[in-house]
């Protein structure tokens, strides 16, 4: 009998033991890292979010961000960024930067503390294919020594970018060993470089090398033409538009001979297809040229360019579409003299929207809405 109570103490403790350890395990805190959204995907990196939820049993995260790889279920053994310490739950940002263009990538959030890795859920980011391209200086502009120019680019990368000077295939000078990709550099020719005409500037991720730029080859020489710039085209309409332009510099000369613009329905216009002329001038500054005789709903390329005795500078190109042409709008004015037979109306011709005029007049009816089905004046 007292084995047999022995033996039900010993079952029930054992139960209650049991009981106690699965209460303990359901009630342990558990780490917790959620992905969000994924946004601003460019040529090379994106930006992604997440939140800690949780950090468990611990205290903080030693260590938080994203890792990713081009196969799935990165680590932290691949790819990753680092962002510290974090003692406070909650939402972050991060920039993944470096990636190759027009790849598949697949990235996860992390979470490290002293007792374990915690990685959230899986997503995939596509690279955008490449689209890199030094605008100025341009093919066959001349630089002069001592002077400053804008180097120009598009580049749909999110990293800084390293510009260099190359002399054909030798390193001349490092401009910028990283600067922020706004697309726009302002450059001091040194003194102290060789004067040449094979010189090129490239253009570089800092974040992967394999993503650069060369621009087309141009000459830095004692003497040089002006600078000039192009500005966006304003006021456009159906057939006219307004080009806009600085002279930055006059080069090695005190003054331009003739400015103005050019422009085309094919790109690089040059002053051999339409163009404005200015004159001469003496002044630094910005300048406007009124384009006409233009064809309604067409693309067209415009350069502002400026001249004097070292030779002609172009600044970027710029594009506009003019407007499609519309049919005239028009007012009606109230009847007035109304008689038995008779009554007086006319109208306002508010825009001929770039076009003459080629017959105007009142229609009228006896039912809503006459045209010139019905029946109506002649006026010119």
């Known amino acids: 009998m007292k084995t047999k109570k022995t033996i039900l103490a010993l079952t029930l403790f054992v139960a209650l033991l049991s009981i106690t350890i699965y209460a303990c395990k359901k009630f342990e805190k558990v780490a917790l890292v959620k992905t969000n959204e994924v946004s601003n995907i460019d040529a090379t990196g994106s930006e992604v979010g ?10 903080k995260a030693t260590a938080y961000g994203w890792c990713w790889n081009t196969s799935q ?20 940002i991060n920039s993944i930067k470096g990636l190759n263009p027009a790849t598949k990538y697949y990235a996860r959030p992390y979470m490290q503390t002293e007792e374990e890795i915690i990685y959230g859920e899986e997503i995939e980011i596509s690279t955008e294919q490449l689209s890199f391209t030094i605008t100025t200086p341009t093919e066959g502009s001349i630089l002069g020594f001592g002077f400053s120019y804008d180097i120009n680019w598009t580049a749909n990368i999110s990293d800084s970018v390293k510009i260099e ?28 470089i060789q004067a040449s005409t094979i010189y090129t500037i490239v253009i570089t991720s800092v974040n992967n090398a394999t993503v650069k730029a060369e621009s087309a080859t ?43 613009h050019c422009w085309s329905e094919t790109e690089t216009p040059t002053t051999a297809e339409s163009k404005t002329e200015l004159g001469n001038t003496s002044t630094t500054g910005t300048f406007t040229s009124s384009l006409a005789n233009l064809d309604a709903n067409t693309t067209y390329y415009v350069r502002a360019y400026a001249i004097n005795n070292i030779g002609t500078s172009y600044g970027a190109q710029q594009t506009f579409t003019t407007l499609d042409a519309t049919e005239p709008t028009v007012t009606t004015n109230t009847v007035t003299d109304i ?12 825009n001929d929207n770039g076009y003459s005029i080629t017959a105007r007049g009142v229609c009228y009816s006896t039912s809503p809405t006459p045209d010139l089905t019905d029946d109506y004046t002649t006026n010119g």
Not at 50 to 59: K, R
Not at 73 to 92: I, M, R, S
Not at 339 to 350: L, Q, R, S, V
Request: charged share 15%; net charge negative; aromatic share 8%.
């Open 50 to 59: 997440a939140t800690i939820m949780d950090f468990g049993d611990a205290e």
């Open 73 to 92: 279920n990165p680590t932290v053994a691949n790819n990753k960024t680092d962002l510290g310490e974090k003692d406070e739950l909650g939402d972050f």
């Open 165 to 192: 000077l190359y002399q054909g295939s030798t390193l001349a000078e490092t401009l910028a060993e990283s600067t922020t990709n706004t697309g726009t550099y302002n450059w001091a020719v040194s003194t102290s």
């Open 218 to 260: 141009f000459t830095i020489a004692t003497d040089a033409p002006p600078t000039v710039s192009t500005q966006a085209t304003t006021s456009v309409e159906s057939f006219t538009a307004t080009a806009n332009g600085t002279i930055v510099n006059f080069g090695t000369e005190s003054s331009a001979t003739q400015h103005g």
């Open 339 to 350: 008689a038995y037979t008779t009554a007086t109306c006319g109208g306002d011709i508010t």
